[in-house]
């Protein structure tokens, strides 16, 4: 007894250590990560086998049932329990259950990647390319294979057009930076494939920044960030564990979401965030040259940057491959406390918000991308009068309905011209924002913080609106024309 107990004492702690592993996914963890599982599944494999089988057959009934509104989690936790009986059904099962009610993308293309890996082990790759036909011939190959459920991937989208788009956002960019690059999965997919990868469904791309080190790239891509956000181009990257991520999102259309990833030079090093942190030289980057395939720009010996990003064996298509997303931000942890510390806290903005409509929510909306709080100085009645302006709605019913907003953070009285400078200091704003109607009448303020004027959406306003109620007219609907070359929200 005392010799089965201890077996599973050192059972349970290899298993701790292989936790550790897959947390940090630090290379030289991975034999003892082995190790622990097999231990720990040859000690569970007597009592724990049979319920991890009728688990597994549960899991497949449910897969082949395909009711969305099962619930999962009770038979996941069991598999926690009983999973390493038997890796293999412990995988399977996960895979059937999170596709049966398309949850948990990310951790179904892990346990695919697991069982890829463990049937290899096994000599027996025969029954992962069993399993993966079986699956196929219930959900659609970019359900499996995707980013994300629903997602339309690259083997069903025109590729002429997505080139097109790509044009559209190098040409934003170049108002910023003249070293944008074909970067990642899309530069892989142009380097090895002669074309986009087809269970892609997201275009990336890369700036360089001008900035010496991690700490100055961080300031750096916070002051292009905000650009692009201020003028309606693009939105931060918010993951779903909190906090924000060195990402620029651009929204282009149908779908479609490109990723901007910060990039810049220290001596003749290289740095690519999240994946290249000095292992390439400048020269492996610039002068960027031009795509035979595509006629955009990649850097100049694109193979070196896909062998440190994807491995030696980059080359050879892995569909299940997935980045270490928790070593790169160890590796790039001074990088990202510098995005973390340099991102404005708070941004303050000031009107009358009379007849609150969309092009209202639409500017709250930026302001909440560009800071964590935004304060809203409402002019209050008294004020209007001084500014000649005549609110159909009363100044506590203003405040209450900008309150109610989820973008806004905080509401304030503004009661004169000359408070502002007050405000920002009283407040601790990092930014000040105001319609590009005031462009250049606040410059002053740009001693004490960031002054933003932002475009503000077309064909509406109070005015507009309080006209086309006396004339009875109808709604108004304006856009701005935006990377995805039609209209755009300034949202």
């Known amino acids: ?11 349970k702690s290899m298993a701790r250590k292989a936790a550790l592993k897959a947390q940090t996914r630090l290379p030289f963890l991975r034999p003892l990560a082995h190790a622990a599982l097999a231990l720990k599944g040859r000690v569970m494999r007597g ?60 951790p179904m293309r892990q346990s695919m990647k697991l069982l ?16 993966e036909d079986y699956l196929l011939q219930h959900v659609p190959q970019d359900h499996l294979l995707g980013h994300g459920y629903g997602r339309k991937t690259f083997s069903n989208r025109a590729h002429g057009e997505i080139w097109t788009k790509v044009e559209n956002v190098l040409s934003v960019l170049s108002k910023y930076s003249d070293k944008v690059f074909l970067n990642s999965g899309t530069l892989l997919g142009v380097v090895r494939d002669g074309k986009l990868i087809d269970h892609d469904d997201d275009v990336d791309l890369a700036v360089v920044l001008e900035a010496s080190s991690q700490e100055e790239a961080g300031r750096a891509f916070n002051q292009l960030q905000q650009e692009l956000i201020a003028h309606g181009y693009a939105r931060p990257h918010k993951p779903k564990q909190g906090g924000y991520d060195a990402i620029i999102k651009f929204d ?56 440190v990003n994807y491995g030696e064996n980059w080359r050879t298509p892995d569909r299940y491959w997935r980045f270490e997303w928790l070593r790169a931000q160890n590796r790039f942890r001074k990088f990202l406390a510098s995005v973390k510390e340099t991102r404005p806290k708070r941004v303050i903005t000031y009107g009358t918000f009379d007849l609150f409509h969309y092009g209202h929510v639409r500017l709250l909306k930026r302001l909440s991308r560009l800071a964590d709080e935004v304060i809203v100085a409402c002019s209050t009645d008294e004020f209007n009068e001084v500014k000649g302006k005549k609110t159909a709605v ?72 309080k006209d086309d109620i006396r004339s009875g007219a109808g709604k108004a609907d304006g856009a ?12």
């Open 480 to 491: 701005q024309k935006g990377v995805d070359g039609k209209a755009r929200s300034p949202a």
């Open 1 to 11: 007894m005392n010799s089965e107990n201890t077996l599973k004492s050192r059972a």
């Open 252 to 307: 282009v259309g149908d779908g479609m979401v490109f990723d901007l990833f910060p990039a810049w030079i220290e001596g003749d090093k290289l740095n690519v965030y999240p994946y290249l942190l000095g292992e390439a030289k400048s020269s492996d980057l610039l002068p960027l040259k031009t795509c035979e395939i595509t006629g955009l720009p990649i850097p100049s010996n694109p193979e070196r940057l896909l062998e």
């Open 116 to 131: 890829q890996a463990h049937r290899a082990q096994q000599g027996d790759s025969d029954a992962f390319q069993a399993f």
């Open 47 to 106: 009592p724990y086998l049979k319920e991890l089988e009728k688990l597994h057959a549960q899991a497949k009934a449910q897969f082949q049932a395909q009711d969305r509104t099962f619930d999962i989690e009770p038979a996941l936790k069991a598999l926690d329990r009983v999973g390493y009986a038997d890796l293999g059904l412990s995988h399977e099962a996960r895979v059937m259950l999170c596709l049966s009610v398309l949850t948990k993308n990310g």
């Open 394 to 465: 009363p100044y506590e019913q203003r405040v209450e309905m900008l309150k109610s907003c989820r973008f806004v953070t905080k509401v304030i009285a503004e009661r004169s011209w000359d408070q502002k400078r007050a405000d920002i200091t009283r407040l601790k704003a990092d930014v000040f924002a105001i319609g590009d109607d005031w462009a250049g009448e606040f410059d002053d303020l740009s001693d004490i913080c960031n002054v933003v004027y932002l475009p503000r959406t077309q064909n509406i306003s109070t005015t507009m609106l």
